[in-house]
């Protein structure tokens, strides 16, 4: 819904997250999509547009989140979905030898990684040319 975000906003954000996705990591300049402005926490569970509450999104993330704010770890175990603002997300992923594959370290992270498909088989595959490239993993 960035048609409700501020353009100098939502520009402040992608500065912010260096034109990447905070969620998979992926650069909005090695593919051929527009990137989004997000909310973090939905404006439907009352959150508000401010800095805090948004990110930048590539759109496969942004549609698997869509308002949720938690994913299935295992089974019936659910826990919440990454915050890009409030945590790091170092701290729940890392990347595979190869940097194709996310990592999840902690429940955030698994959960994060399968609600959103972060390791779509597409994106895996992408993630190996850019390494080839040279332009993946982001620093
Ligand atoms: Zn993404």
């Given amino acids: 819904m960035s048609e409700h975000i501020p ?3 939502r520009r ?3 500065e912010h997250y260096f ?3 905070a969620y998979c990591q992926s650069s909005e ?12 926490v939905p404006r439907s569970h009352g959150d508000q547009t401010e800095f805090n509450n948004l990110c930048l999104a590539c759109p496969s993330c942004n549609r698997h989140k ?5 994913g299935i770890v295992d089974g019936d175990l659910v826990a919440p979905l990454f915050h890009p ?3 790091k997300w170092l701290d729940h992923f890392d990347w595979s ?3 194709t594959v996310i990592v999840g370290l902690t429940e955030v992270g698994i959960a994060t990684i399968n609600q959103l498909h ?3 088989r597409q994106l895996v595959e992408v993630r190996a040319l850019w390494v080839t490239l040279g332009k993946h993993p982001p620093n």
């Fill in 7 to 9: 353009l100098a906003i």
């Fill in 12 to 14: 402040e954000i992608r």
């Fill in 19 to 21: 034109q990447c996705c």
């Fill in 29 to 40: 300049a090695l593919t051929v999509v527009t990137f989004e402005v997000e909310h973090i």
């Fill in 66 to 70: 869509s308002n949720r704010l938690t």
């Fill in 85 to 87: 603002q409030q945590q």
């Fill in 97 to 99: 030898i190869n940097a």
């Fill in 118 to 120: 972060m390791n779509r």
